[in-house]
């Protein structure tokens, strides 16, 4: 009887794991790109993988200093930086990881630009930021402690690759990007934020007031 009883639970057990993980493999991967708006795998450009639309292993292009293995089309276009009277910062053209952002955000690329097809579908909507960047937060400019110092206001970041000592918001060699906000791997928080912005916990991190 005993030994019945305990191959039933086994077996019971079995079933329910067999069908958690057939739930669990159906959802999207928890914290990871699968399923979010930056899996563009599903969409019938030519591919069912999910990483190639942005890199490659091999043949990488080298139109953007320090890009990871990029594999899209990069934009030419000429962007108006966000300008104010009280910016300390001085924002130049995009670089970096905010020039792989809006080779697709911009509106000028195709987001199926990669590899070598020529990109026919654009981004619309309110993701699109377009080149007119002077209504958005600014970036591609030096974050250091000179310029916490001159604005008064700011947070001193604690090193050239990260604000914060949690190491939530990163820099990229001292420069403020897209990518110090958003993290395009993961949606968790919303948005693609690197963490949640409810009471603009986001903003205070780097703001003091
Ligand atoms: C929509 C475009 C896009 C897709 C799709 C994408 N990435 Fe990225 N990835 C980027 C951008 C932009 C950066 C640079 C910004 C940054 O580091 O956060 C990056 C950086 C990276 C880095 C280096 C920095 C880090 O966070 O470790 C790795 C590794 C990486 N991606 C792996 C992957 C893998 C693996 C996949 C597929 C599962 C993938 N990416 C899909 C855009 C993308
Ligand atoms: C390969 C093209 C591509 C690249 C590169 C790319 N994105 Fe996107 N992104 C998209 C698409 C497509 C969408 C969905 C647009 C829509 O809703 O129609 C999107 C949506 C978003 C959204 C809105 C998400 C939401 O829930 O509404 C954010 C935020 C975003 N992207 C940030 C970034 C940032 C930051 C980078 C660079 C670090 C980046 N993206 C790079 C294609 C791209
Ligand atoms: C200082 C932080 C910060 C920086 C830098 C930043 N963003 Fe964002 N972004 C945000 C926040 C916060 C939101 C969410 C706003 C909301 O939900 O109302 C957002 C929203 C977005 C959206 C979604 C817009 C919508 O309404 O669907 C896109 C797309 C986006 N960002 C792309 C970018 C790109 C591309 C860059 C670089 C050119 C960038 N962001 C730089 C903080 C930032
Ligand atoms: C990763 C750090 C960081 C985050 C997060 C961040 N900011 Fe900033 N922000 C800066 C820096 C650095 C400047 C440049 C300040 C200067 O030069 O005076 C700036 C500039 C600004 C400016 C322009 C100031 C001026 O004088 O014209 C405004 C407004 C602003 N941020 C609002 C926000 C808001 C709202 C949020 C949250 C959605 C946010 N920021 C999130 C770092 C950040």
Request: glycine share 10%.
């Amino acid at each position: 009887m005993r030994n019945v009883t305990n191959s039933w639970h086994a077996f019971a057990l079995a079933v329910l794991l067999g069908l958690l993980a057939m739930v669990l493999g159906a959802g999207p991967a928890l914290g990871g790109i699968a399923g979010t708006k930056h899996d563009l795998s599903q969409k019938g450009f030519n591919t069912t993988q999910i990483c190639i639309f942005c890199h490659t292993p091999h043949n990488a292009n080298a139109y953007v200093p320090g890009s990871p293995l990029w594999n899209h089309n990069v934009t030419w276009s000429t962007f108006t930086t966000y300008a104010s009277p009280t910016l300390n910062a001085v924002p130049g053209q995009p670089t970096g990881t905010s020039k792989l952002c809006l080779s697709c955000h911009d509106g000028t690329v195709g987001i199926d630009a990669y590899t070598n097809n020529a990109g026919l579908n654009f981004i619309t909507g309110t993701a699109l930021l377009g080149t007119d960047l002077s209504n958005d937060h600014p970036v591609s400019f030096l974050y250091d402690a000179a310029l916490a110092t001159a604005d008064k206001g700011l947070a001193t970041p604690i090193d050239d690759k990260y604000v914060d000592a949690a190491h939530k918001l990163p820099l990229f060699s001292g420069q403020l990007q897209c990518a110090s906000c958003h993290q395009v791997h993961d949606d968790t928080n919303g948005k693609f934020l690197r963490m949640s912005n409810s009471g603009s916990m986001l903003c205070l991190t780097c703001h003091l007031k």
